[in-house]
């Protein structure tokens, strides 16, 4: 017989897997937006444009993107512990790799795919496991996960600052890589795929198996679980590209920003230290709102809170046009890691709650590799912007319009009604926006 979820007489095993989970978030999300800081001192090095060296991180968010798909999926069927290791392997190689490069078709080979689907193999399977381990507080559960990646923007850009300024570009590159092998084989000891695994139920399930917010949806006869979602049906469905569309256009909106900063910020003659500690400030406001959304959706849904998310950061985006001190970035990076940070977490819990459990880590993948095609757009763009133009402003009002997109999506997103092969859960959405 498993142990109740959350039975006091020890400490919940979930949390150790969130904790897992965290530090390998932490550890390799944040390389992806580290690149940034290798912007400038290889484009100088090597004497390449920064739209050439900026096209790594934007092959490195395609295949990051195709394989958060196929490793949700892989996921649902083996388990999350395989497919990160495998992930590990992947991306400590790249990044090797990467510090031996010369020419922009190697980077893009090291960086853009090995690296880009190494990483890939961590977030989407991650998000779905505390789906899995978490019943009750399930939304604070994917937002403590989704806070792994603001720590590591919060912590892995001045990281790479300080190898690069002690060592190089390509020594760092070395040592990023060794940090992620530690950490993901560190941390794949304590994952577990299920809660069953340790002989415990999700953390707040009933007794007899039913989530506890659900015990009142049961019929008198007691029904069993509504039956898997067919592909076929979740992929003719439109809220599936709703919300798909939506969170394309919320990461095309801020991939760019995000990328481009650290070299906005040093074009207009702030130091190279102060510009990468607003990718700190960023990644660490971005830790607060992760978990305080999923706190707050928790409670008040899922809907209104990602659309205030999604307008807060298309007007901060704009405003970023017209600052040109340190305080007014510091400001303004206060704000955008609020703003993008929050909506993270909320797609994995809208493509829960709309296509049920079982298919969880297929459906997010899905919606999640359209999103890193967003964000494999934005570096390449930002880059083409400033090599046309020679500076960033067009690409405020551009990614400024994206977000108008991603509001307007958002606002259409409806409760599916029941249809043939799509679980009643679907139907139990309602009960969230």
């Not at 659309?307 to 206060?334: C, D, K, W, Y």
Request: hydrophobic fraction near 55%; charge should be positive; aromatic fraction near 14%.
């Amino acid at each position: 017989m498993q142990a109740r979820a959350d039975d006091n007489s020890r400490f919940f095993y979930g949390w150790y897997v969130l904790g897992a989970s965290v530090s390998v978030m932490m550890f390799t999300i944040g390389l992806l937006v580290a690149f940034g800081v290798f912007l400038k001192p290889m484009a100088e090095d090597l004497n390449w444009s920064r739209t050439s060296v900026a096209a790594a991180p934007t092959f490195a968010f395609m295949t990051f993107g195709v394989c958060s798909f196929l490793a949700g999926a892989l996921a649902d069927r083996f388990g999350t512990r395989l497919i990160l290791l495998g992930g590990a392997f992947l991306s400590g190689l790249g990044l090797f790799l990467s510090a031996l490069i010369t020419r922009p078709l190697e980077l893009y080979l090291t960086f853009g795919v090995l690296v880009g689907f190494g990483i890939g193999t961590f977030y989407v399977p991650l998000s779905s496991l505390a789906t899995h381990w978490f019943t009750k507080r399930r939304g604070v559960a994917v937002g403590v996960v989704s806070a792994g990646s603001g720590i590591g923007i919060m912590l892995m850009s001045p990281l790479a600052r300080v190898l690069i300024t002690a060592y190089g570009w390509r020594p760092a590159f070395m040592i990023l890589a060794g940090i992620t092998w530690l950490v993901v084989f560190s941390a794949s000891l304590v994952i577990r795929n299920r809660p069953g695994d340790v002989g415990l139920s999700p953390y707040g399930q009933a007794s007899d198996g039913a989530p506890q917010a659900f015990q009142s949806a049961r019929t008198a006869g007691g029904a069993a679980p509504a039956p898997r979602a067919s592909s076929e049906a979740i992929i003719k469905h439109p809220m599936f590209w709703a919300i798909g569309g939506t969170h394309f256009f919320c990461c095309l909106s801020h991939s760019g920003v995000l990328f481009h900063m650290v070299a906005m910020a040093t074009d207009i003659g702030i130091s190279k230290m102060v510009a990468a500690s607003f990718i700190l400030v960023t990644g660490l406001t971005s830790i607060f709102s992760r978990i305080g959304t999923g706190a707050i959706t928790d409670r008040y849904g899922l809907r209104h809170t990602m659309l205030l998310g999604l307008v807060a950061q298309t007007i901060v985006i704009i405003l970023f046009r017209f600052v040109s001190t340190a305080g007014g970035f510091f400001g303004l990076t206060i704000f955008f890691g609020l703003a993008f940070g929050g909506i993270m977490p909320l797609y994995v819990l809208l493509s829960r709650e709309f296509f049920g459990n079982q298919v969880v880590g297929t459906v997010y993948g899905f919606v999640f590799m359209l999103s890193s095609f967003g964000m494999s757009l934005g570096p390449v763009l930002g880059g083409a912007i400033y090599d046309y133009f020679g500076n960033y402003a067009w690409l405020f009002f551009v990614s400024g319009v994206f977000g108008v997109m991603a509001v307007i999506l958002a606002s259409i997103l409806r409760p599916p009604a029941v249809a043939e092969g799509v679980p009643s859960k679907v139907a139990e959405v309602t009960v969230a926006v």
